[in-house]
């Protein structure tokens, strides 16, 4: 009855969908969904798994992210040294995840937030803080962006691997085991069940799905830098603005010289307001400081 509820609340927002937007259920949108989609297929199915183990996987973002990074760099070689890198990628970090959880006892709400951060960390010194573009040449962008009978080819990927996850839990005794094991470890174990492979092989599988996502033609990941240029200046700028000071690079005013507050916060933020809007700076004040004070 539960599943049926799940199906029921699925079909009503399709219906909705279709009701309120126009288009909605078009060919070229249920395609394009589904193309651009099913990453979130596969990375939901490996943490179904974990979740009816009674655990959570918080590292599969980092893992899809690290793991892209890596399928980009070996996409030149070959398709398959792209796909099969992404994948070995997120079967290493999911090892670990079954490691730490499995055999150092750790919860696995600590262990799998302590490889979500490694995860990004390590994609980022492997991207050189960069963006990183997958290869046309190899055919590597074929598998995430091709049809194949009229089916986008991610789709196809998605739907073959969620038959196989349903023959896992439904039809083999691993799936069993995994319920099992939901329902509480120690009984588990009491029932003479191998409960840490099991894990382990759940945890493994969840990272390998991660990895296995379909990858855009062009990832970035880059880190936030603490002095930012941007439109509005460094950040350094706008916090000596904010203490009354004004530098002559940015305000033309010479010196650095300290202002009054209540000017240089009027000034100030109609100044950015202004260059934000008009793509640079529109305007310097004249005169002295005291002069451009008096005008405002």
Request: aromatic content about 10%.
């Amino acid at each position: 009855m539960a599943r049926l509820g799940v199906i029921l609340a699925l079909f009503g927002l399709i219906l909705f969908g279709a009701l309120r937007y126009e288009n909605f259920l078009s060919q070229y949108n249920i395609l394009s969904f589904l193309r651009y989609n099913s990453m979130f297929a596969l990375i939901a199915l490996g943490m179904a798994f974990v979740i009816i183990t009674g655990g959570i996987d918080l590292s599969v973002g980092g893992t899809a992210a690290m793991a892209s990074v890596v399928a980009a760099l070996l996409s030149p070689y070959h398709w398959a040294a792209g796909l099969f890198g992404g994948i070995a990628a997120g079967f290493a970090v999911g090892a670990l995840n079954g490691f730490t959880v499995t055999v150092m006892r750790i919860q696995p709400f600590i262990a799998t937030l302590a490889t979500m951060l490694a995860a990004y960390g390590t994609g980022l010194l492997l991207a050189g803080n960069q963006s990183v573009s997958v290869s046309y040449d190899s055919g590597f962008t074929s598998i995430g962006q091709d049809d194949f009978l009229g089916f986008p080819i991610p789709a196809w990927i998605a739907l073959l691997v969620y038959v196989a996850g349903w023959l896992v839990l439904e039809r083999l005794p691993v799936g069993r085991h995994v319920l099992a094991i939901g329902d509480g470890e120690a009984t588990a174990a009491l029932m003479g069940l191998k409960v840490r492979r099991t894990l382990a092989a759940v945890y493994v599988g969840s990272g390998a799905l991660a990895g296995a996502r379909r990858r855009h033609p062009r990832l970035a990941i880059r880190s936030r830098p603490t002095h930012r240029r941007g439109r509005l200046g460094t950040l350094r700028d706008r916090l000596r603005s904010r203490r009354g000071y004004a530098s002559d690079r940015r305000f033309g005013l010479g010196g650095g010289r300290r202002l009054r507050a209540p000017f240089c916060s009027r000034w100030c933020s109609t100044s950015l307001i202004s260059r934000t809007a008009s793509g640079g700076f529109p305007f310097r004040p004249t005169g002295s400081p005291s002069s451009a004070a008096a005008s405002c």
